[in-house]
């Protein structure tokens, strides 16, 4: 069946844009949880979202915001882009929220210039 | 906080060797692992897990071992081939909710 699958791959954006990303879950999966991979800082955790709802949330200041549909499509967007926002933003699905694997998109490649 | 460390950058192992990457953890709490490989420009994809209740899972090439006490996992490929060039992430998790704390990545170099 098909993975998940990230819309767009690539981006570039300027400072104090905002910008969405899209994220279809492999069928079946109702958790999606997002995640921003930096040089930097490696992977961490943004949010997770299951039945439309947010059930975690890392340590990300407001901007970053996202949301569950009831396909259990998601959309984060972040707004007021800063330069360092620039980064991997990887979504991922799992089946259902109780600790299962969780199953990473190709990601989408933002640059805020 | 790092609550997961993944101690080695980088690692370099001869085609056919075994390849033995490590993994630690602080918080007790954590009850979940997880493998990841990632190629560049790529999302990771997922290897091999294990839960709290077992010290070892097999898959094929791949066997994972935990170590609760120490708190320590490690991710052994035998042998290792060229393919397995990439750099591999530990994640654990102790909630409910698919919260995943991931390692910083050891870059693994099998050479042929």
């Known amino acids: 069946k098909a993975g998940v699958t990230q819309t767009p791959r690539y981006l570039i954006k300027t400072r104090g844009q905002q910008v969405t990303l899209s994220c279809s879950p492999i069928s079946g999966h109702r958790s999606v949880s997002w995640y921003q991979q930096t040089p930097g800082q490696g992977l961490q955790f943004l949010f997770e979202?299951?039945?439309?709802?947010?059930?975690n949330k890392g340590n990300f200041p407001g901007r970053f915001s996202g949301r569950q549909f009831s396909n259990s499509r998601s959309e984060m967007n972040v707004s007021t882009l800063e330069l360092g926002d620039s980064a991997l933003y990887l979504c991922?699905?799992?089946?259902?929220?109780?600790?299962?694997?969780?199953?990473f998109g190709e990601g989408s490649w933002l640059t805020v210039v | 906080d790092q609550q997961v460390k993944q101690n080695s950058p980088s690692l370099s192992v001869q085609e056919g060797r075994i390849s033995i990457l490590n993994c630690d953890y602080t918080n007790s709490m954590f009850d979940y692992f997880l493998w990841y490989k990632k190629y560049p420009a790529e999302g990771p994809t997922f290897l091999i897990s294990?839960?709290?209740?077992?010290d070892k899972n097999e898959d094929g090439r791949f066997t994972v071992f935990l170590n609760k006490s120490a708190k320590h996992l490690s991710l052994h490929i035998v042998p290792s081939q060229p393919g397995d060039s990439a750099v591999y992430f530990c994640a654990a998790s102790g909630d409910n909710f698919n919260k995943f704390y991931f390692g910083s990545g050891t870059k693994l170099n099998v050479k042929p």
């Open positions: 979202y299951f039945s439309e709802t947010q059930r």
């Open positions: 294990i839960s709290s209740i077992k």
């Open positions: 991922a699905s799992s089946y259902d929220n109780s600790g299962n694997t969780i199953y």
